[in-house]
């Protein structure tokens, strides 16, 4: 089981930059890959970037340039780091963490909100 918890989100200007922040708990042994998607409101949610435990990167083509997503403390936590944010970015952010087959399932944070607006 593992249990993931977001932070770091906040009202930011156009243009700013902000960091969240996803800290994994429990077995995190178990961890293939982690990633974030987001949500606006009335929209589905979006993949927006993922990082797997061999140091792999993707990317939405929304986010390719400006994000990046990164871990700490080995498999612990998943940061990323938003730049040049624009109002479009604005949705709940949520943390996601994909397990290695055979070792877990996957799990979601609650979602932390980003707000790009002037």
């Known amino acids: 089981q593992v249990q993931l918890m977001e932070s770091g989100g906040g009202l930011v200007q156009p243009g700013g930059s902000l960091r969240l922040s996803c800290a994994a708990s429990?077995?995190?042994?178990?961890?293939?890959?982690m990633g974030w998607y987001r949500q606006a409101p009335g929209k589905e949610r979006e993949f927006v970037a993922l990082?797997?435990?061999?140091?792999?990167?993707h990317y939405a083509d929304s986010a390719k340039g400006r994000f990046t997503i990164s871990r700490d403390n080995g498999r612990n936590t998943a940061a990323l780091q938003m730049n040049s944010l624009k109002p479009e970015d604005t949705a709940v952010y949520y943390c996601?963490?994909?397990?290695?087959?055979?070792?877990?399932?996957?799990?979601w944070g609650q979602g932390t909100q980003v707000t790009v607006s002037s």
């Open positions: 990082l797997t435990s061999a140091g792999d990167t």
């Open positions: 429990g077995n995190t042994f178990s961890i293939y890959a």
């Open positions: 996601h963490a994909e397990s290695y087959k055979g070792l877990g399932d996957d799990y």
